[in-house]
């Protein structure tokens, strides 16, 4: 079965410091993953997008990493500001779904406080 | 630049009314057009998609339709609401291989 798990469910931080989320996946054959950001009562926005031959890719303060092998991603984001607060979505393509299907996982909440 | 809309942003609906909700996409010709809900503590899920005009897939069976009536517009629809359909409802789009923009999203509450 195709599922996107992500660790922790939620997670508190000072500004400043920095902070890692985890996705693990089982989606097969795999094509990309891609992480999201969403505000609270907003549609997601896009971090990230990584193909198979992809292992690190980065958007300002935010860095994402694929292991393919262990089909394993991180997002660390370093000094955190208030506005990070958000939850982060991981997101799993499967290749050659004609439908173009994604598996979501269920998110991160991160609240950054001062 | 491609820019989506979608209307209202909030609904508060009693149970056994209909529903319409619909999603505009600017800036792009024949995109591909997703409609997806998210529940409260759950990932989105993928409800209707659509490649073209009239063109409607469904991924689960459940209370609700889609409909494309023009090129850039996508329309939810419900003749019955239920109270699981409360949730917030997201319209997507395709942007080449791998990219997918969403709208605002519809906060929905079924009371």
């Known amino acids: 079965k195709n599922q996107v798990e992500q660790s922790p469910q939620s997670l508190i931080i000072l500004e400043g410091k920095n902070c890692t989320l985890q996705c693990n996946y089982t989606v097969s054959p795999f094509s990309n993953l891609r992480w999201y950001k969403q505000d609270t009562g907003r549609g997601p926005v896009s971090l990230t997008i990584?193909?198979?031959?992809?292992n690190t890719k980065s958007n300002g303060r935010y860095t994402a990493t694929l292991d393919a092998d262990t089909k394993q991603s991180s997002l660390h984001i370093t000094a955190s500001q208030l506005s990070d607060s958000a939850s982060y979505i991981c997101?799993?393509?499967?290749?050659?779904?004609?439908?173009?299907?994604?598996?979501f996982g269920k998110g991160t909440k991160l609240s950054v406080i001062p | 630049s491609q820019t989506i809309h979608q209307w209202p942003a909030t609904l508060v609906q009693p149970v056994g009314s209909p529903l319409s909700l619909e999603c505009t996409v600017e800036?792009?010709?024949?995109?591909?057009l997703y409609w997806y809900r998210q529940a409260a503590g759950r990932g989105l899920q993928l409800l209707f998609y659509s490649v073209g005009i009239g063109q409607i897939s469904s991924e689960v069976p459940q209370n609700l339709s889609a409909s494309r009536p023009q090129d850039r517009q996508f329309i939810l629809s419900s003749k019955k609401l239920l109270l699981s359909d409360s949730g917030f409802y997201l319209c997507?789009?395709?942007?080449?291989?791998?990219?997918?923009?969403f709208g605002p999203g519809t906060r929905l509450t079924v009371t």
């Open positions: 997101v799993v393509s499967r290749s050659g779904a004609g439908s173009y299907q994604l598996t």
């Open positions: 990584m193909t198979f031959s992809e």
């Open positions: 997507a789009w395709r942007a080449g291989k791998y990219e997918q923009y």
């Open positions: 800036g792009t010709s024949n995109p591909n």
